[in-house]
């Protein structure tokens, strides 16, 4: 038998099409989520992040399950039955706030999320040298720190689109006549709007902190130390707020730092957009609230914050090191 | 017509000048970029590539301006850079496919070609292993696929035998060799290796400091003026070399039965002259060849 091999292994030329060199960071974000999606802990993770939605729903099943038997109940016990037709958890429902509990619920899942698939972006890419490699082809600068900008954003937009999108369906097919479309009609649009923004934040947070970095662990770390350290000054301003509450009134400067965090900035966004203080979940009674942070002001920081985090990257990234 | 035409190149890193007012034409086939450590070669490549802009000068590569025309021509060039350099997370023919939808290959023909040149640059059977578990020799292997994948007109090869062992060494001589020679690839080797240069090198342009210092065929570099020539002995004939002075000859080098002679005329009335001389003294000529430096003699003579 001859040792040689069938197929002809020479160098072949290759003259077939190349695609003009444009949206290469088309490609680049198309590879990051194929990475992204690999890794079990995305999947884990994001599920997590739809955990209270499964509760709301399941809450709100029973809620109208029950009331109905109850009814039937006490029909058939010749009782006199409640004449109020709705069910008593969805009384006074507000239902755009059961959404910004759910959104402001998974913001944590949302963050580890962001740390699994963005941590490594650059600063893997900075240990392995792969610059070199995305940079000798004819991609720009602008199209690596795009494609992984949008390759980092799109999943995170997803995980938090996806179950909110089906939750909203769940209750548009149950719950019209509970006042949930008539409410707001305008909710869906404003859902839209609020999902992008943690997959925003954190894209932006992620290519620039790990553009710092040659390991994806000390990216993440650092990013971590951000997010916990201002969770705990927000947590930390909360008690304050309540103290002060009790015992000369509120405080609007305390109100505004309350959202000084990454969590905080997030969620009050996300109150802007709603056009509501929130409310405790499952409609259970309280006289706490925490009123939306100023509008303008708060916007500005954010997409401050984003473009700081991006022209961090933006000055990291080049193909050569220059020694002036 | 050159692969790459270099004007009065200027190129600074802050106040230290790395490219001085080069100007050279660099030809078609493989070409070797000589000069000692620090010289300028990787900037050279680097600015080629679009990567530095030069303080002042210019350069066409591929018919095509560097400073307006940077992305198409990274997209008709492959570079394989002197670093250990992969995408983390990838097998290889992932990777080497991705390099190739970077440089503009639809996905499907990306992939295709990916397995082909994997194959070629010999990592056909480890293409399923993740990058980051390959060897030295595996990855200077597969930088020079993630290079060839899109077929480059010119690949860009710096320092591409670094690590490599002697059998891997030769493997990817006989692998740059391969593809410079007859498969339509202009190739510019970065070396200070002067063996590696000379096994699979036309030609050379030398630079130091920033400057070109020489250009030119291996062949034409190696010659030395006025055509000398070696010629070995069976054994050492002093009746020889007399006859060879009789005839107007000068004897450079006089080694036991190893002579260097210069006589006038040109190579072939050189040879005539010397077979005259050997049948008259009775010489047994068991060599002859026209008389040329090692590369390395004239490397050091161009950079002295």
Redesign the interface.
């Known amino acids: 038998m001859s040792s040689t091999p069938i197929?002809d292994?020479?160098?072949?030329?290759?003259?077939?099409?190349?695609?003009?060199?444009t949206f290469?960071w088309w490609?680049?974000a198309k590879?990051m989520m194929r990475?992204s999606i690999k890794k079990k802990g995305f999947w884990v993770w994001s599920s997590f992040s739809a955990y209270f939605y499964l509760i709301l729903g399941a809450v709100f099943y029973f809620a109208e399950t029950l009331s109905q038997q109850a009814s039937g109940a006490a029909a058939m016990a010749g009782q006199a039955p409640d004449t109020n037709p709705v069910p008593l958890l969805f009384r006074n429902m507000i239902w755009k706030d059961q959404f910004l509990t759910a959104f402001n619920t998974s913001q944590l899942f949302l963050f580890i999320v962001a740390l699994l698939i963005g941590a490594?972006s650059i600063a893997?890419?900075n240990?392995?040298?792969?610059l070199?490699?995305?940079?000798?082809?004819?991609?720009?600068k602008f199209d690596y720190l795009l494609g992984k900008w949008v390759g980092i954003f799109i999943p995170i937009w997803l995980v938090t689109l996806v179950p909110t999108l089906l939750f909203y369906g769940y209750c548009f097919l149950s719950y019209r006549q509970y006042g949930f479309v008539s409410q707001d009609p305008w909710l869906i649009v404003k859902l839209l709007a609020i999902s992008p923004l943690p997959a925003a934040f954190h894209a932006s947070a992620m290519v620039g902190i790990s553009s710092f970095f040659n390991q994806a662990r000390m990216a993440g770390a650092t990013y971590a130390g951000i997010y916990f350290l201002t969770s705990f000054l927000t947590v930390a301003i909360g008690v304050m707020r309540v103290v002060m509450q009790q015992r000369r009134g509120a405080s609007p400067l305390l109100d505004d730092l309350f959202y000084g965090s990454v969590d905080g900035m997030l969620q009050g966004l996300a109150k802007i957009i709603l056009g509501t203080s929130g409310s405790p979940p499952f409609n259970a009674p309280s006289n706490v609230s925490m009123p939306p942070p100023p509008s303008p002001f708060y916007w500005v920081l954010f997409v401050g914050i984003c473009l700081a985090f991006v022209a961090l990257a933006w000055r990291r990234i080049r193909?050569?090191e220059?020694?002036? | 017509m050159p692969v790459a035409e270099i004007r009065n190149l200027t190129v600074r890193?802050?106040n230290?000048v790395a490219l001085n007012n080069l100007s050279v034409d660099i030809p078609e086939g493989c070409v070797g970029l000589l000069g000692p450590n620090g010289a300028g070669k990787t900037t050279l490549i680097?600015t080629l590539?679009g990567?530095?802009t030069p303080a002042s000068g210019s350069a066409r590569v591929l018919g095509m301006d560097i400073a307006s025309k940077d992305?198409?021509i990274?997209?008709k060039?492959?570079?394989m850079?002197e670093?250990?350099?992969?995408?983390?997370?990838?097998t290889a023919v992932m990777f080497v496919a991705?390099?190739g939808?970077?440089?503009?290959?639809?996905k499907e023909?990306a992939l295709r070609?990916a397995h082909?040149?994997l194959?070629?640059c010999g990592l056909?059977e480890a293409r399923y292993r993740n990058v980051?578990t390959y060897s030295t020799g595996m990855r200077q292997r597969i930088k020079l696929a993630?290079?060839?994948?899109?077929?480059p007109k010119l690949l860009l090869l710096d320092e591409p035998t670094n690590g490599l062992d002697p059998a891997g060494r030769e493997e990817m001589l006989d692998l740059v060799r391969?593809?410079s020679h007859g498969?339509?690839?202009n190739v510019l080797v970065s070396s200070h290796l002067l063996p590696d240069i000379e096994r699979v090198c036309d030609h050379i342009v030398v630079v130091m400091g920033g400057q070109l210092r020489e250009v030119g065929s291996i062949a034409d570099l190696k010659r030395i003026e006025g055509h000398p020539v070696d010629i070995e002995l069976r054994e050492p004939n002093a009746d020889f070399v007399e006859a060879v002075r009789r005839a107007g000859g000068a004897v450079l080098v006089d080694k036991a039965y190893q002579y260097r002679f210069q006589l006038p005329g040109t190579p072939d009335e050189v040879c005539r002259t010397l077979m005259k001389c050997a049948r008259e003294t009775g010489a047994q000529v068991r060599g002859f060849a026209l008389a040329e430096r090692s590369l390395e003699q004239a490397f050091l003579e161009a950079i002295r």
């Open positions: 197929a292994l020479s160098y072949r030329h290759y003259d077939g099409k190349l695609e003009p060199p290469r490609s680049i590879m990475l490594g893997g890419d240990r392995a040298n792969a070199l490699v995305y940079l000798s082809k004819p991609c720009s193909a050569v220059v020694i002036g | 890193y802050g230290f680097k590539l990567f530095i992305r198409s990274r997209q060039l492959g570079l850079p670093q250990d350099c992969h995408i983390p997370g990838m991705y390099a939808e970077l440089a503009g290959m639809p023909q070609r082909e040149v194959e070629y056909g980051e993630q290079a060839l994948v899109h077929g391969s593809i498969k339509g690839v």
